[in-house]
């Protein structure tokens, strides 16, 4: 078992390694950027190494830095959270070649899952449904038209190296296929240096649901069931809720089924995530993999009481898995809280904590690295806290949200705390009838003036 793991990353995730890994007796190294100097994964860690100043690429992406901190403090192991340097295939290569094991997915493994239509023929492969469209690659505009003619409009373009929507476009007649194939290899090319795109029928008002897997040393995979990830606000969730109010038991099988097919097929190592599309008649996709822990997480953990990242630290040393799949014995639901302001198109809002009280009671977990006092940077994600309710049924766990949320009280910053209290009034919502369209036409009330 690992002596000391170093944690390259920050907030609320290099707290909840730091945690599971004080539970397994592992000692700690905190690595921050000048900015994160009064950060309490800093101050929880046995070791911090501080790894340069604010902005990421000279800190929390700066493989030297963090390769360097690990050898000075002899960690045998770095943890990457999700985000970051998490499913870069280089930084997996390079703790390998220094003989420090990381702990995700090999840089064979995120570079075959990372690349979108590489993931996809893998998948189709493996007998995993797919959506219709290309086969790889589309080799210039002649074949997009031709594609696109066979497999019938609405369809959707989208880049190989992309992801989570960025160079994406929907095409519903071929007059607009030109345009949006243009702009869509532009937009990958100046994103990601590879203008690569493949072609999908639009599916509909879709759902996002996704599978956790668990992959061992062995080949050997179990899945433990299913996140709704469906509210959405330009491609960053909002809200997560496990089980799906959507799912049935035979649509659970069935997507867990190929999920564990589809980790043996590839033997995938460690904890990962296989997101699908789920249109209106309950047909699911393979949409994409994900070779990281995610910000979710923490949903699946409760209704199953397992501690996904203890499961990351023993794959990592080489423990087999049980076998066994999960499924849900509760109802989760998390609330991400940015420091946003919803009455102003979720605008970022940095600065001061000036006052902080986390709600608490049975069924309430929060994953948070704030505090009363903590100035919130301005350099990184607006993610400051997770707010998880459990409870026997979803409506007890809505009720319980509301609580929670009513008695959060974050002050001196704006945050997304009143748009998730209106979300949990939402006659929409509160009946489970939402796609990934939801936030199309989700509008905040006005703000209520103290005394009225
Ligand atoms: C799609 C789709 C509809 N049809 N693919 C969004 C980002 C990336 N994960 C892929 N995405 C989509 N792919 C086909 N063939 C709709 C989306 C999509 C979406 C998917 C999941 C969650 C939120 C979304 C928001 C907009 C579009």
């Not at 907030?11 to 950060?39: F, H, N, Q």
């Not at 980790?263 to 460690?270: F, L, S």
Request: proline share 5%; glycine share 8%; net charge negative.
């Amino acid at each position: 078992m690992f002596k000391k793991i170093l944690i390259a990353n920050r907030g609320e995730i290099a707290l909840r390694v730091i945690r599971t890994c004080k539970e397994m007796g592992i000692k700690t190294v905190a690595v921050y950027s000048t900015a994160d100097a009064e950060s309490l994964h800093v101050r929880f860690a046995d070791e911090a190494v501080c790894i340069g100043p604010p902005p990421s690429n000279l800190s929390y992406l700066k493989i030297s830095n963090i390769i360097a901190a690990a050898e000075i403090t002899n960690a045998d192991a770095i943890h990457p959270g999700y985000g970051f340097l998490s499913e870069n295939a280089k930084f997996s290569k390079i703790c390998e070649e220094h003989k420090i094991k990381f702990i995700g997915a090999s840089a064979e493994m995120i570079s075959k899952m990372g690349d979108k239509a590489t993931a996809k023929a893998t998948m189709r492969a493996a007998g995993v449904p797919c959506v219709p469209g290309s086969e790889g690659i589309i080799k210039d505009f002649k074949e997009c038209i031709k594609l696109a003619k066979e497999v019938g409009y609405p369809v959707m373009l989208k880049a190989t190296a992309g992801g989570g929507g960025k160079g994406m476009r929907a095409v519903w007649k071929e007059e607009n296929l030109q345009d949006a194939w243009d702009s869509a290899r532009q937009e990958a090319a100046a994103s990601f240096g590879n203008d690569g795109m493949y072609m999908e029928k639009l599916i509909e008002e879709p759902r996002h649901i996704e599978i956790q897997i668990v992959g061992d040393s062995s080949g050997k995979a179990c899945h433990l069931s299913e996140r709704d990830c469906s509210i959405q606000r330009r491609h960053q969730k909002l809200t997560e809720e496990t089980p799906s109010p959507f799912m049935t038991d035979t649509l659970r099988e069935k997507m867990g089924e190929a999920a564990v097919k589809a980790a043996e097929y590839i033997k995938y190592e460690g904890a990962g995530t296989i997101e699908f599309l789920v249109d209106k008649h309950r047909n699911f996709y393979f949409m994409e993999m994900n070779t990281r822990i995610q910000v979710e997480h923490p949903i699946t953990e409760q209704v199953i009481d397992y501690d996904l990242i203890r499961e990351q630290i023993l794959v990592a040393a080489g423990v087999p898995i049980s076998g066994k799949n999960y499924f849900p014995q509760l109802h989760s639901i998390e609330c991400r809280i940015n420091a946003e302001d919803p009455y102003h198109g979720f605008r970022p809002s940095p600065g001061k904590i000036t006052n902080l009280h986390a709600p608490g009671g049975h069924g309430v977990r929060i994953d948070t690295h704030v505090y009363s006092g903590y100035v919130i940077p301005p350099n990184y994600d607006s993610m400051i806290a997770k707010l998880i309710t459990t409870a026997q049924t979803r409506e007890e766990a809505i009720n319980k949200m509301k609580r929670a949320l009513d008695e959060f009280v974050i002050e001196g910053i704006k945050t997304t705390i009143p748009f998730h209290r209106q979300l949990m009034d939402d006659p929409k919502y509160i009946e489970g009838n939402y796609t990934t369209k939801f936030m199309e036409d989700f509008k905040m009330k006005p703000q209520e003036v103290a005394g009225e």
